[in-house]
């Protein structure tokens, strides 16, 4: 298991150092200073051996954290440690910074404390430790015994995420499809991959111990439902779904009846958090389409057009959209002429930088560039990195549909119809790529 | 104020003024003071010297005050062991508390203070808190029982707290369950042996319960608990995985890992025509393909994963290729890692793609990435054959990139090309000799040379080209130098007449001048074959080669096997055996795979081994290049070690290297030990003329020349048996070097204690396409052991070794696999010791101590019998008792008695007892009646059959007279024949 746990700034001085096991010295927090942060060379690897020692880190902006073990620990959850880690601190002090660090230091030692023990994580939800682990650190003393049970029942209990009690006047939920669409794409417009990753975020502001059902239009669920109903509805429903190649759940949702019935039931915890992720690559709707056209005219010449094409229902608005084109590391001057928003040659990033505030569903635009190049004897051929897309879609590029969500909350005096729910979508670009 | 200026203070005489504060009497004032104890402490700055002080704090209400306390407590208390003792009361009465988070806290807090006597006072609060009624507080109890092994496992075992845990796997709360298990789990690591956890379904079924209701991480502890379990069938196997499955969707991608394993490993029990062995494949493939989009640092732990499971099971991800590919803005591991996955999932189907994306990253910028993208095509082009050829221009046209590590890159896989497909691309020779100049590397430039080497008769100007590397020849790495003289005795071997001069001038510059023994042996080797017999020179060094296989760098199938029991965890990150890199007893067991279904029970017939090993021939492996070296034909790719022998591998194995010259000079040496006839000439050898009309001799069949290069007596004696023309300076180095060969080779000690006989040969090299196998049986504590030595006169590399029994008399069987981790290389030896036991199926054999076994491996599963001397069944416990044996023996008929001679012994009676004892043969009495001693011996066999024995040794005559009786008469032969072999050695 995690033998210890150490966190450094950028200079590879320690903040926060804490040891679980006795084989994990301090000589293993300069060793991993040494070794990783001071390295000449660009990290290799996540995953370090020094020593028979082994060394799991993250970065977050300029904090490196490092879990050390001297045993088989299970690698992935090492990380999955590490990342909730990460999640725990920024919802207890916000972002994960040195002079933050150094501020809570002591609350850091007391999270350390309680959610890994000799090594092995615990508990690590935020709603639940929240009830007992605050910065004022008295709260302890004024619990009655009633509230330190409830709390250390909900810390081991089957529902740790969600405390008993909770009240609203107005029950609210907010869902939001948030997804990322990937591409990449030749030269001559073929789809070379495309994927879409998605995630549904779930705001929920729900009274007592609400049972929620979700629905979406899933390929799999839609047919089987179709089979029972009316034939023509399952031909009408059957365009409209999708089919998701995988997803993964929050852990509130019963895996085992999604195994089963392909239900999505749970009880959710209070405040935001991410219901699920899934992925697909079927039938994915491209917003945009990019049409690349290079040519070197002689050696310190080259002309460039691109043109951009919207591929979505006119009535609808891209908004945020930049595309990047880059340009070789001997340029001495770029010229560039475009219908629509603003184009910069930025000479640091080595890149021509399109930037279009709002463009409508089924229209098309252009930029061209002239590009002058330094004659150089560099026998190294410019590698033509793709020419890469930013954009955000007020739709899901997957076609995912939310159909309900139901809450049902026995004991207390509302309906499924007195909850008031919003749904919202946004689709913006991943890695969207088009090659030149 | 804020915290973060406690790490600020960099005064002198800090410490007093922090003792000062930590005895204030103002509580706030103490509190900051602990805070820059702590932030002190956690810079790295010693101070120990507050301990009283801080300890005296400790008595407080203040929640947050106490932690900070006991955190220093901690980090403190070893090297304070006495001030420690001030802090139990605290934690005595804390464990008291009526807030089950303060008593949770004292009891975890006291488990990681490793001092001995406050683990002393431990004891009682925990056992306390193991029943607590808060479930808090028992889940923190299960972990301090794991903490408290640590310290002091005898203490834990005495005072009966693993058998609390143990019961605490039922407990109703399922993090309590998780914790148990992680903890137990942990505990188990450290006894082996033990059945600590003792799984069954019943507590399967519990821990599948939990499973369901518990927290993410208690889900991977029951998940990595789970995959320890072998169940009793397939429908059990089958039941489990149902369970497991639904766990793919969880959005931690340690649990979804976690799950894989347990599929991975449960599904070999499944039989492969079963309806849900398909869909479970189905399942795994989207869980794995999602555990790329996490985070770069799981997607590096996944890719590394899904690398062994794509080697055990390609059909699960064939489909995927696509998620593959490399994004611009990877990390470079998570690049690197996912080139390696494209090869493997490469094939005919998707070639195209895969192409045309090795191309793109051929043009990148990172060099390692580069280079293995390049290395990739290569290695497509093997793989593919229908490629080949696309690879090939693929690879011209990064040559004509001029980039120089895409150049050195290209040439050396094109030369593994050249090797799968002779006489096929060899109109590119032309470009690649263009960049000769280029060349800088040793890889390169010997791949380079080779291939000129090679194809010299068909490069006008090989001579030329391999003249102008010969000039800086001591200033290459020795990779280039053998490599050098191979391709030149090639080159004169094709075109005598005008490379004459160049050939001496190679030999003699690694004769000569050369320090380097591999570089020298191999010159002389030349030098000799050239000079006595020049057609047997050509047959052996242009003999034809064996065609590379199709995969490379795959993983030996038994470490593969290890690997996917240890799914998720460093071990699969490094590819390497916890035992690799993990210190002590821990993680050292070897996990394996259960059998597929059927294969658990015995097997009746040689024929059903047979169908099993064909059915699962995984593709031959490339040799990992350090195992080339005694290819004398051929590639000298090692890695560049300039001097000395080449290193030995870890496991103690004997190199094919050492062989080549080992048994040949063996003979060779033998020859000299007489006054030698050898002219000392220090000229250089007469020009070897090239006789073509001469007959070649008639045992010089070029097979088995290539094939027994290494070590076989033929060849020595072929070498030390004419007056062969030798330089002076070469007995003297030679020599000590073999003295040094045969010390590595021959340390094979055998330990005193039960007889075993010497080994013979099993299983001749000629029957069994030249694996040889020489064994013995041995009982070494209480095992029974077959000591095996297999050695590979093949030509081509050994893998997959598995061994199997027939039915025999007493039910002997393997205990374990057989053992063979790396691939055998040609010419390698490797010793071999299998664990056996005696609970296997049972019918008698003719002879009794018959038996008959089938070893497998990459290239055909063969048979042969044995014997094994019926004293390695006598069994530690056989000392009958007097009164017992005085009965036993009145009780068995006296047609059961068998009297015997043994001629020749020229021991007393005591020794001869004493050697008897080392093989389990127990005195029970000694009489001596008018000079003639009688010794009354028992022993007792594995399957409880005992035999009596009557030995009666008269001094002065060498013959003894012995008188067994047992109630089954059969086995009476075979124990003389024991007696006999332990008495004469």
């Known amino acids: 298991m995690i033998g210890g746990l150490f966190i450094y700034n950028h200079k590879g001085e320690v903040l926060i150092s804490r040891v679980y096991r006795d084989d994990i010295g301090r000589n293993a927090v300069d060793a991993f200073r040494v070794n990783v942060i001071h390295a000449r060379q660009q990290v290799r690897s996540p995953v370090t051996n020094i020593a028979r020692t082994s060394f799991f880190h993250v970065k977050r902006s300029n904090i490196w954290l490092a879990a050390v073990t001297k045993q088989n620990v299970n690698a992935a959850m090492v990380f999955e440690f590490l990342y909730k880690m990460c999640d725990v601190m920024t919802a207890y002090f916000g972002k994960i910074s040195e002079e933050n660090i150094k501020n809570n230091f002591v609350l850091i030692y007391e999270l350390l404390d309680e959610i890994l023990d000799f090594g092995y994580p615990q508990n690590s939800e935020t709603g639940a430790l929240k009830t007992f682990i605050t910065q004022q650190g008295i709260k302890g003393q004024h619990q009655t015994k009633e509230e330190q049970s ?11 995420w969600r405390r008993e009690g909770i009240k609203y006047r107005r029950n609210e939920l907010f869902l939001d499809v948030l997804e990322s669409v990937n591409l990449l794409m030749s030269p001559q417009g073929q789809v070379l991959s495309a994927h879409v990753s998605g995630r549904v975020v779930m705001k929920s502001y729900l009274s007592g111990m ?42 509130c949702v019963r895996l085992s009846k999604f195994d089963s019935e392909r239900s999505i039931s749970f009880i959710p915890p209070d405040g935001e958090y991410e219901l699920m992720r899934y992925r697909t690559t079927k039938d994915i709707i491209l917003p945009f389409r990019v049409i690349p056209l290079v040519r070197e005219v002689g050696r310190t010449k080259l002309e460039v057009k691109v043109v951009i094409k919207s591929n979505f229902k006119p009535s609808l608005l891209a908004q945020k959209i930049e595309v990047r084109i880059p340009t070789p590391l001997n340029t001495s001057g770029v010229q560039v002429i475009c219908m629509k928003g603003k184009a910069k040659y930025k000479a640091s990033e080595n890149a021509i930088v399109w930037k279009i505030k709002r463009m409508a569903g089924m229209k098309e635009s252009q930029i061209s560039a002239e590009i002058e190049l330094l004659p150089t004897n560099d026998k190294k051929k410019w590698a033509r990195p793709p020419i890469s897309m930013n954009f955000e879609v007020p739709f899901a590029p997957s076609g995912l549909k939310v159909r309900y969500l139901k809450v049902f909350e026995s004991k207390l005096n509302y309906s499924d119809h007195d909850v008031i729910k919003w749904v919202r979508y946004i689709g913006r670009s991943g890695i969207y790529e088009t090659r030149c | 104020m804020t915290d973060s200026k406690y790490f600020t203070t960099t005064k002198k005489g800090e410490i007093f003024e922090l003792k000062a504060e930590l005895n204030s009497d103002k509580k706030e004032k103490k509190k900051e003071a602990v805070k820059k104890v702590i932030a002190s402490m956690t810079v790295g700055k010693d101070v120990s010297a507050l301990f009283p002080d801080v300890v005296n704090c400790m008595q407080t209400d203040n929640l947050e005050l106490k932690k900070l306390v006991y955190l220093y407590l901690m980090n403190y208390a070893k090297s304070q062991p006495d001030m420690a003792i001030m802090a139990v009361n605290t934690f005595v009465k804390d464990c008291e508390d009526p807030n089950p988070l303060i008593r949770a806290l004292a009891v975890r807090t006291m488990g990681c203070i490793r001092v001995d006597k406050i683990t002393e006072y431990l004891c009682e609060p925990l056992r306390k808190c193991l029943k607590d009624e808060d479930p808090y507080v028992r889940k923190t109890a299960a972990v301090c029982v794991a903490k408290l092994h640590d310290i002091n496992a005898q203490l834990v075992e005495d005072q009966g707290f693993l058998d609390t845990l143990k019961d605490l796997i039922s407990d109703s709360n399922p993090m309590v369950v998780a914790n148990a298990v992680a903890a137990l789990s942990e505990i188990a690591e450290s006894h082996p042996n033990s059945n600590l956890l003792d799984l069954n379904p019943q507590t399967i079924n519990k821990l599948l319960t939990a499973l369901n209701e518990c927290t993410e991480w208690g889900q991977i502890f029951i998940l990595d608990c789970l995959a320890n379990y072998t169940p009793r069938d397939d429908r059990e196997s089958q039941s489990i995985c149902e369970r497991v499955t639904p766990r793919l969707s969880h959005a931690n991608s340690a649990v979804v890992l976690s799950a894989v394993k347990v599929l991975m490993k449960f599904m070999e029990m499944l039989p492969k025509d079963l309806d849900y062995y398909g869909t479970l494949l189905k399942k795994l493939a989207p869980p794995l393909v999602t555990l790329l989009s996490a985070e770069p640092e799981l997607q590096y732990v996944a890719l590394r994963n899904i690398n062994l499971i794509v080697q055990r099971r390609p059909e699960i991800l064939k489909h995927e290729m696509k998620v593959f590919f490399v994004k611009y803005n990877d990390p470079i591991y998570v690049k690197l890692e996912k080139l390696d996955i494209m090869i493997r999932l490469a094939s005919q189907a998707n070639i195209a ?26 290695r497509c082009a093997i793989k593919v054959e229908q490629s080949a050829e696309r690879c090939v221009s693929t690879l011209l046209d990064l040559i004509q990139t001029k980039v120089n590590y895409v150049v050195q890159e290209a040439i050396v896989v094109i030369k593994d090309i050249f090797r799968k497909y002779p006489n096929k691309y060899e109109s590119v020779i032309a470009t690649l000799c263009e960049n000769l100049d280029s060349l800088d590397e040793p890889e390169a430039r010997a791949a380079m040379i080779w291939i000129v080497g090679e194809y010299a008769e068909r490069i006008d100007n090989a001579d030329e080209l391999l003249e102008s590397f010969l000039e800086g020849f001591h200033d290459e790495s020795t990779q280039v130098q053998l490599q050098l003289l191979t391709a030149i005795v090639k080159l004169f071997l094709k075109k005598p007449t005008e490379t004459q001069e160049l050939v001496q001038q190679v030999l003699s510059l690694a004769t000569q001048d050369s320090d380097n023994p591999d570089l020298r042996d191999r010159g002389y080797i030349y030098w000799r074959l050239l000079s006595t017999d020049p057609v047997a020179a050509k047959e052996v060094v242009l003999a034809e080669k064996p065609l590379i296989s199709e995969e490379t760098d795959l993983i030996e199938p038994t470490l593969l096997e290890e690997l996917i029991c240890h799914i998720g965890t460093l071990a699969s990150v490094y590819h390497k055996p916890p035992s690799a890199f993990v210190e002590g007893s821990r993680g050292v067991q070897h996990k394996r795979l259960p059998g597929s279904a059927g294969s658990g029970e015995s097997v009746d017939s040689p024929d059903t081994v047979s169908a099993a090993g064909v059915s699962e021939a995984p593709p031959a492996v490339i040799p990992s290049q350090g195992d080339l070296l005694g290819d004398l034909l051929n590639l000298d790719l090692t890695p560049p070690t300039t001097s000395g ?40 050898p007469q020009s070897p003329q090239l006789s073509h009309q001469s007959p070649s001799p008639p045992d010089y069949s070029p097979t088995e020349l290539g094939g027994d290069l290494g070590g076989s007596p033929a060849m020595g004696a072929a070498f030390g048996a004419p007056p062969a023309v030798m330089p002076a300076s070469f007995s003297a180095p030679v020599s000590g070097g073999l003295d040094d060969l045969f010390d590595l080779g021959g340390g094979v000690g055998m330990p005193m204690g039960a007889y075993s006989p010497p080994k013979t040969i099993w299983l001749p090299a000629m029957k069994a396409k030249g694996l040889e196998i020489s064994g013995t049986f041995a009982r070494r504590a209480g095992v029974i052991q077959m000591e095996m030595t297999l050695t590979n006169k093949a030509m081509s590399v050994m893998t997959d070794f598995a061994i199997q029994f027939n039915r025999n008399s007493f039910g002997l069987a393997p205990a374990g696999p057989l053992q063979v981790l790396t691939p055998l290389s040609p010419n390698q030896t490797i010793e071999v010791a299998l664990p056996l036991s005696t609970v296997g199926p049972v019918m008698k054999m003719e002879p009794l101590s018959n038996l008959q076994v089938a070893v497998k491996n990459n290239i055909d599963v063969f048979y042969f019998s044995c014997q094994y001397p019926i004293s390695m069944l006598f069994v530690e416990d056989g000392k009958m008792e007097r009164q017992v044996f005085l009965a036993t023996w009145k009780d068995i008929p006296n047609d059961n008695e068998a009297q015997f001679q043994i001629k020749d012994c020229h021991l007393n009676s005591d020794a001869a007892s004493n050697k008897l004892q080392g093989s389990n043969v127990f005195t029970i009495a000694k009489r001596t009646v008018e000079g003639q001693d009688m010794l009354y011996q028992s022993m007792k066999l594995t399957n409880g059959i005992w035999v009596l024995a009557e030995l009666r040794v008269q001094a002065g005559n060498p013959n003894y007279t012995i008188s067994l009786k047992c109630r089954a008469p059969e086995v009476s032969q075979c124990v003389f024949q024991s007696y006999e072999a332990i008495l004469k050695n």
Not at chain 2, 366 to 378: L, N, S, T, Y
């Open chain 1, 150 to 160: 409830q709390i250390t029942s909900q810390v081991t209990g089957q529902i740790g």
């Open chain 1, 210 to 251: 609400p049972e929620c059902k979700f629905g979406m239009n899933d390929k799999i669920v839609i047919d089987k439902q179709g089979k029972g109903g009316a034939s023509d509805e399952a031909g009408k429903s059957g365009k409209q779904s999708i089919a998701i190649d995988d997803c993964t759940f929050h852990q």
């Open chain 2, 353 to 378: 793609q895969v192409l045309a994306e090795l191309k793109e990253y051929a043009t990148e910028v990172d060099v390692d990435f580069v280079r293995k993208a390049v290395r990739a095509i290569g």
């Open chain 2, 645 to 684: 022998p080449p290193p030995v591998p870890s496991s103690g194995m004997q190199m094919g290297a050492m062989d080549l010259l080992g048994g040949g000079l063996d003979s060779l040496m033998g020859d000299e030990s007489e006054p030698p006839p050898i002219p000392l000439r220090t000229d250089t």
